[in-house]
């Protein structure tokens, strides 16, 4: 058969250490997939003026699906992230981002027994991109529609049916006009879905997910909130550096860790490559190769055990002597 095609884009800043440790986990494997380099962001934008452009977007549309790690983003109205403009250019609607302890690592309340995923809507709400900048006022459209709510619902439905059939809808329809359509469409999803489910105001959300995540198991919600959850949620699980990510459409998939550019950290090596080793391994289940995902997931938690951690986890490992770490485990399971 033919072989799956990945773009590889390390981008900007830890993207570039974390990719490369992704990477070599992959390449343990040996599977037959082709890798397509790709180079994006603001480094390219530094350069040739230009972050991303149409030749770079047939060539993620050629792939199969995309392994990311972060760009830069600056707070410069001309700039356009470049992440959400291929969002939205293969129209990837869901951004699945799963929190889920690792062994041995507990987050800020010290809790281990908890596994939910956020299902965040991806192309809409406060994302819309329909916006004023003037001097002394700005405008921001918050668009959520019924086809984009119904999709989102739809996916965090069918997740919830093969995890434990309870969807938390997180929302501000107290405020928020859009959110009453957008928790009216997950309501009646839910339903015909069979799907079990209840609602939350995000605020009380926020309160309760660092109170008691346990309660959890599907939390889907739009654009910005699911943004803002997540780096949140990542606190549960004892570092933003181990938190992945996948966006999934009709037609592509992309995966990327939740965690940005870093550039607190870029350059230093020791940056944490867990989130993008695991979303790698999202891709792996993505493409079907169930039993190789596992065994990354198998691997990362003896990489921890052993004490081989970057400095976020307390360790003293680098970004690179975790990835190999990583993969040597990988390469002693498949040769034992
Ligand atoms: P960030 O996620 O890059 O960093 C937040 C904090 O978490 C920093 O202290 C950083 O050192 C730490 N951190 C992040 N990843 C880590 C890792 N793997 N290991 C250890 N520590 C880690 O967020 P930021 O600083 O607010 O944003 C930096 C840039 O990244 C901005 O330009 C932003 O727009 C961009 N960004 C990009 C993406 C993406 O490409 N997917 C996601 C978020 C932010
Ligand atoms: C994320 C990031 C992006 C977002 C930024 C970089 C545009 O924070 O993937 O969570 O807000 O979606
Ligand atoms: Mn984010």
């Not at 570039?16 to 070599?24: L, S, Y």
């Not at 600056?74 to 889920?100: C, F, G, H, Q, W």
């Not at 041995?104 to 299902?119: A, E, H, L, M, R």
């Not at 052993?306 to 002693?332: F, H, M, Q, W």
């Amino acid at each position: 058969s033919e072989k799956m095609r990945v773009a590889v884009v390390e981008g900007d800043g830890i993207g570039r250490e974390v990719i490369p440790a992704a990477v070599e986990v992959l390449d343990a494997f040996g599977l037959p997939i082709e890798k397509v380099p790709l180079e994006l962001g603001y480094g390219k934008w530094e350069k040739c003026g230009v972050a991303i452009d149409d030749n770079d977007l047939d060539v993620l549309k050629s792939c199969d699906c995309v392994l990311f790690g972060a760009i830069t983003t600056p707070a410069d109205p001309n700039y356009k992230s470049v992440l959400l403009t291929i969002r939205k250019e293969l129209d990837m609607y869901a951004n699945i981002r799963p929190i889920k302890p690792l062994p041995g690592v507990t987050g800020v309340t010290g809790k281990s027994d908890f596994d939910f995923v956020i299902v965040r809507e991806n192309t809409e709400g406060m994302y819309s991109s329909i916006e004023e900048l003037h001097d002394d006022v700005a405008y921001t459209k918050r668009v959520v529609s019924r086809k984009g709510s119904e999709r989102i619902a739809k996916s965090a439905c069918r997740l919830a049916k093969e995890r434990r059939n309870d969807l938390t809808i997180v929302h501000k329809s107290n405020v928020l006009k859009s959110d009453t359509l957008f928790l009216n469409v997950c309501r009646e999803t839910a339903r015909s879905e069979g799907v079990e489910y209840s609602d939350m105001l995000v605020d009380a959300m926020a309160y309760s997910l660092m109170t008691y995540p346990e309660r959890y198991d599907v939390v889907v919600t739009t654009n910005l909130f699911g943004d803002i959850l997540s780096d949140m949620s990542a606190a549960l699980i004892g570092s933003l550096g181990l938190a992945p990510s996948a966006n999934i459409g009709d037609m592509y998939a992309f995966f990327e860790p939740v965690h940005g550019s870093g550039p607190d950290i870029a350059g230093k090596g020791i940056a944490n490559p867990i989130a993008a080793i695991l979303s790698m391994k999202m891709m792996l289940e993505w493409m079907g190769y169930q039993r190789e995902a596992e065994l990354v997931e198998e691997a990362v938690g003896k990489s921890i055990l052993e004490k081989i951690t970057t400095p976020d986890l307390g360790g003293t490992a680098s970004t690179l002597e975790v990835g190999r770490a990583i993969a040597d485990y990988v390469r002693n399971m498949l040769d034992g």
